[in-house]
């Protein structure tokens, strides 16, 4: 059974799950391994554990779940907490952006979005100060021909951060692109 933690048409909620063989291998773990269980709000009668996926969802007026991104791509940057799809989303919201993908190297200290689509880096980059704050601007923003996607079929953040570090790497179509 699936279900989110938000209970309102429209509201953002994490995507939680239950199931009878679905926390198998936790068992004997201590309970901070176990942190990503919580009681069921809507059952508070007996023991009705939920497993906290890290995935955020809305839900629709019909029921239906509308992924809106991970938990675990919150970063803390220049003193503010930033969820990267926020800058996913801006991006995508441009005009000739197809799909865009930001990470954060916390050792550089340095934002970076990667987007597939037909509209120069510059226009993009300009188009994200307009409409992003400040702190959440890519300091580099760079053109690829495709994403790279993990086994599952999601935008491959580690392989973009490893393009990120790489000094002199030349990521996408070939050229290091300054926003």
């Known amino acids: 059974m699936a279900g989110t933690v938000a209970s309102h048409p429209g ?7 239950r ?27 007996f023991a009705d554990p939920l497993y906290r996926t890290g995935d955020y969802a809305i839900v629709s007026e019909d029921g239906e779940l509308f992924f809106r991104g991970r938990r675990d791509n919150q970063i803390k940057y220049q ?3 930033i969820e990267l799809e926020e800058i ?9 952006v197809t799909m865009c993908r930001s990470v954060f190297d916390a ?3 340095r934002l970076y979005a990667f987007y597939v689509g037909d509209i120069d880096r510059h226009e993009l980059a300009g188009a994200m100060r307009e409409s ?17 996607l993990t086994k599952n079929g999601k935008a491959d953040r580690k392989a973009l951060l490893a393009m990120a570090r790489a000094s002199g790497h030349r990521a996408g179509d070939g050229q290091r692109h300054e926003g």
């Not at 509201?11 to 799950?17: A, D, H, L």
């Not at 996913?88 to 000739?96: L, N, P, R, T």
């Open 11 to 17: 509201e953002i909620g994490e995507i939680c799950v």
């Open 132 to 148: 992003l704050p400040r702190f959440m601007v890519p300091s580099r923003v760079t053109r690829m021909s495709s994403m790279p």
């Open 79 to 81: 003193g503010h907490r």
């Open 88 to 96: 996913d989303k801006a991006a995508e919201s441009v005009s000739g």
């Open 107 to 109: 050792a550089r200290e």
């Open 19 to 45: 199931g009878t063989s679905l926390a198998s291998g936790y068992v004997g773990m201590p309970p901070s391994m176990v942190a990503a269980f919580v009681q069921n709000p809507c059952n508070t009668l």
